[in-house]
């Protein structure tokens, strides 16, 4: 099944309205799949709505779509997830971390920059453009919210990213710690996953400060990607 995107639908939408696929979506529907009027689309916004829609008009820079149907909160999880993570060196890595987190299920990603961190920032618009296409690759409604990356002696302050969780946590690499799985047991949560190099004595200090709880991930030394892929799967098997 191919899914299409289409971010800015006004709700409440009124069925048999018309919407028009954005310029990228309409080039490939049409020019490249090869759609022509009278084919039924699936279509969502990243909001958690579906659609059901057939081309009206095949237009290669602005496909017009006509709604049969709406599903509203399609597959919608019945928790916030909010993975605060630090971008690897190698950019595909942390690109492949997002792309698989989606595919799992996260409802927040907020990129964040370290001491220890060996990249110093981050293309958004890139990393917008892999969210979208695993979320569409997934066949999900939600799109996940790309927090603007931010330093960590910064995120402290803002305490409106994180303060409305009540389950924070920090993996470390500190064998005393007890595993997520033991400390988690459902609802909404908020997960840090440092750089390669590990959370400095100070991060981990302020971490503690703010209310966030150490955890494991298990016994071996993880990549900040396997990592990040741990912590989403471990967080979403309690929600099952």
């Known amino acids: 099944m191919q899914l299409f995107y289409i971010p800015a639908i006004p709700q409440p939408f009124h069925p048999s309205g018309t919407v028009t696929l954005p310029p990228e979506e309409s080039k ?71 792309e698989k987190a989606t595919e799992i299920g996260v409802t927040d990603i907020t990129p964040i920059f370290c001491q220890r961190s060996e990249r110093p920032k981050v293309r958004e618009d890139r990393l917008q453009k892999v969210l979208v296409a695993a979320m569409k690759q997934s066949l999900k409604a939600y799109l996940p919210t790309l927090h603007p990356a931010i330093k960590i002696s910064k995120w402290w302050k803002q305490e409106n990213l994180w303060n409305s969780f009540n389950k924070r946590y920090l993996a470390a690499v500190i064998e005393k710690e007890q595993h997520l799985k033991q400390q988690y047991q459902g609802g909404d949560a908020l997960i840090m996953i440092g750089p390669e190099g590990g959370f400095t004595n100070q991060e981990l200090e302020m971490a503690a400060e703010k209310g966030f709880e150490r955890v494991s991930l298990g016994t071996s030394r993880l990549r900040t990607e396997t990592a990040g892929i741990v912590a989403c799967h471990t967080i979403h098997l309690f929600n099952q």
């Open 28 to 98: 490939h529907c049409i020019q490249v799949l090869r759609h022509q009027v009278g084919d039924v689309l699936q279509i969502v916004d990243g909001k958690g709505n579906w659609y059901e829609g057939q081309i009206s008009q095949a237009k290669p820079k602005a496909c017009e779509v006509t709604i049969l149907s709406q599903k509203s909160d399609y597959q919608k999880l019945p928790f916030r997830l909010h993975l605060v993570v630090a971008p690897t060196k190698n950019s595909t890595r942390f690109e492949w971390l997002l």
